[in-house]
């Protein structure tokens, strides 16, 4: 039996109606309705600067170490340390161990004051983005003997618990993390913020919600997908062919 069309006085056809999307509520794959509110994405964005500024005012090398050379002209050109150029040289092509150990422990110094300010920034960042999460936690403990039967560890700090929940037993996969991700930037954020800090406010919960063990000699806020903020400390870094020595084709001194 064919569908019985509907028509305006005017014998116009009424469009069928779909029903609007809930902005409010995200509903997982497993059928779980998460309850959303909207968070300030101003509040966000100022404390990620903010935290910034406090790690530099504290004299922590979040910024890219340098080192000098001489030109064949005789002058004296500063430019940043990468991986490419921690080991120096002197004029006659000899290894400059003096030089070349100074390079290597500033250059970790700053990847490891990078890493804490990033740390920094996912841990309130999350803080902040969980706030566009209302629901609530079991009231028992039911799920966390359930996780342990399995020899699952649960953590005992409430917010750790709770972000333990949310990924283990609310999202379960990345996929419906960031769905409920973008879902919560759209109603916080109606049109007022562009797509380049959507992505980076995405990355920044992806990232505190499951931290990643960095690989050994990772350059911090390099790999593939990051969001914006990874990209501008990789582009600090540099990663151009060659080092400054080689290009300028004088020994540092």
């Known amino acids: 039996m064919s569908k019985k069309r509907q028509f305006r006085r005017d014998n116009a056809p009424v469009k069928d109606e779909v029903a609007p999307v809930e902005r409010d509520l995200f509903v997982t794959p497993s059928g779980i309705e998460v309850p959303l509110r909207p968070i300030s ?15 530099r005012e504290q004299g922590e090398p979040i910024d890219v170490p340098t080192y000098t050379v001489t030109t064949v002209a005789g002058d004296v050109e500063e430019h940043p340390l990468t991986e490419k150029n921690l080991d120096a040289k002197n004029k006659d092509g000899s290894p400059n161990e003096e030089e070349t150990e100074r390079r290597h422990e500033e250059w970790r110094a700053h990847l490891a004051a990078v890493e804490r300010m990033e740390g920094e920034k996912a841990r309130v960042g999350r803080e902040i983005i969980l706030e566009g999460i209302a629901l609530e936690m079991p009231a028992d403990d039911e799920w966390v003997e359930r996780q342990r039967r399995r020899y699952i560890q649960v953590p005992d700090d409430p917010e750790e618990r709770r972000i333990h929940y949310l990924d283990r037993i609310v999202f379960r996969s990345v996929t419906s993390i960031n769905e409920c991700i973008v879902q919560i930037l759209e109603l916080s954020a109606q049109g007022m913020v562009t797509e380049e800090e959507l992505a980076a406010v995405g990355d920044l919960f992806r990232r505190s919600l499951q931290p990643q063990p960095r690989q050994p000699g990772e350059q911090v806020g390099a790999a593939e997908g990051a969001g914006d903020q990874g990209r501008q400390v990789a582009q600090q870094h540099g990663d151009d062919a060659g080092s400054d020595d080689e290009r300028v084709g004088v020994a540092s001194e």
């Open 41 to 55: 994405l101003q509040d966000l964005f100022e404390a990620q600067r903010n935290i910034e500024a406090h790690f």
